[in-house]
C-alpha cells in the first residue's frame, strides 16, 4: 500500500493542520484494514460521530472478508475552507486506478480495470476536538465524480 499525497499548502496555519490530520486520517484507516485491527488503528483519533462509524464499518467488512489492497492512491485537489477556530470543510479526489484488491487469505492480487468509479470526491465536515486535532466527523464519497475525473 502506498498514499501518495499531492504536495501542497493550503496557506495558513489551521489549514495546514487540517490537511496533515487528514493525511493521518486516512492512513489509520488503511492501517486497520491492512493489519485487520480497527480498535488499534487510531482511526478515533480522526474521525468522530457518523464518519468513525462509517469508516470503522468499512474497515471491518474488509477484514471480515479478509481483503485490503495493493498498488498506489494518489489523494489530489485538495482543498480547504475554514468557518471557525473549530470547524472546517475539507474536499479532495481521490485516484484508485493504480490499486487492486488483495485477497489476505491466499495473498494475490486481483487487478481492477480503472474506469470512472477509480475517482472519488470526498467532501468531509471537520470540527478540531480539544486537543487541537482537526477530526473528521461527516463524510460524503461521490464515486465516479466529473471533479475528478483525468
Known amino acids: 500500500m502506498k498514499l501518495d499525497f499531492e504536495e501542497q499548502r493550503a496557506g495558513g496555519t489551521a489549514k495546514d493542520a487540517i490537511l496533515r490530520d487528514n493525511e493521518r486520517a486516512v492512513s489509520a484507516v488503511w492501517q486497520a484494514v491492512a493489519y485487520g485491527d480497527p480498535e488499534k488503528s487510531g482511526m478515533d483519533s480522526y474521525y468522530a460521530d457518523a464518519a468513525l462509524r462509517g ?3 468499512y474497515a471491518k467488512d474488509n477484514n471480515t472478508r479478509k481483503t485490503s489492497w495493493a498498488g498506489t492512491l494518489r489523494y ?3 482543498q480547504v475552507t475554514v468557518f471557525d477556530k473549530t470547524s472546517a470543510a475539507l474536499t479532495y479526489c481521490v485516484d484508485e ?3 487492486n484488491v488483495k485477497d489476505l487469505k491466499t495473498d494475490k492480487v486481483r487487478v481492477v480495470e480503472t474506469s470512472p468509479d477509480s475517482y472519488v470526491y470526498y467532501n468531509a465536515s471537520v470540527k478540531r476536538d480539544k486537543q487541537g486535532v482537526w477530526q473528521i466527523w461527516k463524510l460524503h464519497e461521490d464515486r465516479g465524480s466529473q471533479r475528478c475525473q483525468p
Do not use: G
Open 55 to 57: 469508516v470503522y464499518t
Open 76 to 78: 489530489f485537489h485538495r
Open 97 to 99: 486506478s493504480k490499486a
